[in-house]
């Protein structure tokens, strides 16, 4: 049975519980996910001197869904609503990521992007993105065609570019297994993988499929479904999941040579994608995507998979924000043209004139982003949303830039989980 509907495996997680006997355990601190935040928040507390941590993973190892299958870019916070949770940890994050990486010798690529115009219409909203990333504090620099060709000599934009020097790629399994391996080596923090957290029980005491865990303090950085167990706390009923799924393309091994570093277009303003880009993996490889079309499933990473009575609520709230945003309606009718191959190469030549059709083949490369949406505006949420209620903490809606955040996130994760101790 495969276990990606989280409703539907928590009652398979009982019945295993029952068949398994209760395994008695108790922490000071129960961290529900092992992607990237749940590892970082742990370690962060293990470097306060926290210990007795166990972190749950239902999984059966790391990087399966989001921390695993994003795109593998470090994002230097162009992009985020000054003052926001996102752009406030970025900057930071993405140079504590990098630092992690030359530290425990992870593939990184410091290669930086390129944000084009395909348009004079996208030429405001390219000079609108370099005054934001201003203000933010973030190293980007608003160049010409010429100095674009000598950055990336087959990408195209009107008049103007931006160039962002700190943005990065990297190996995000290789972060993933390092961090991992650093928190066990402590002896002070245990990861449990295959272990799903099922409800929680009265007296701080969560039931598990290995059975019950008493805990002093929870946090929730259940990815996916970090909604769905907030709310069995009491907590962001406000809001909903709407899942996306990204799906790629690649360039063929001999037309790698299109693509430098990272090429992406002027984003939509309204909606928290960034469009159809280029990236240059640390392995060599060329994707370009994703795509952000809505799905019927957490972890539907084809059209049919996880498909059950989630489904329906998911069906009922896309065909609502369809009806009542129209950035949403714009970008669901724009992203499912991409999946007409016509289209997308269109999209891909807009940024790179020399792409053919015989540079791209098909990827088995997909992701999917579990996106917020505050249900009393019907509006998608665009920032991190971090929930505190008594001895527990959630972080929900934890979408990209998560991973490059993730560090200097974990810093302020922290602070709310201890500030009780600290009085």
Known sequence: MKRSVYLIYTRFARKRTRRVGVMEKNCDFLVVGGGIVGLAITNELLLRGCSNIIVLEKEEGLGAHSSGRNSGVLHAGIYYTPDSLKAR???????MMRDFCRENGVAISECGKAIVADSEEKLEGLQALQQRAQRNGVESYLIDEKELAEVEPHAATFEKAIYSPATSVFDPMGVLEALCSK???????RVLFDTVFIEQKKNRVAL???GEIGYGKLINAAG???DVIARQFGVGLRYRAIPFMGSYSELTKKSTYLVRGNIYPVPDPRMPFLGVHFTRSTSGRVFIGPTAVPVLGRESYGFLEDLGLESFRFLYRNASMFVSDSGFRANALSEVKKYLGSHFY???RKLVPGLLPRHL???AKTGIR???VDWKEKKLVMDYVVCREENTVHVLNAISPAFTSSMSFAKYVADILLEEEAR
């Open 89 to 95: 940890y970025c900057i930071e994050g993405n140079r």
């Open 183 to 189: 928190i066990k080596k402590t002896g002070k923090a």
């Open 208 to 210: 598990t499929s290995a």
């Open 224 to 226: 996916l479904h970090a």
């Open 346 to 348: 269109s999209e891909a």
């Open 361 to 363: 083949v098909s990827s």
């Open 370 to 372: 579990s996106q917020l």
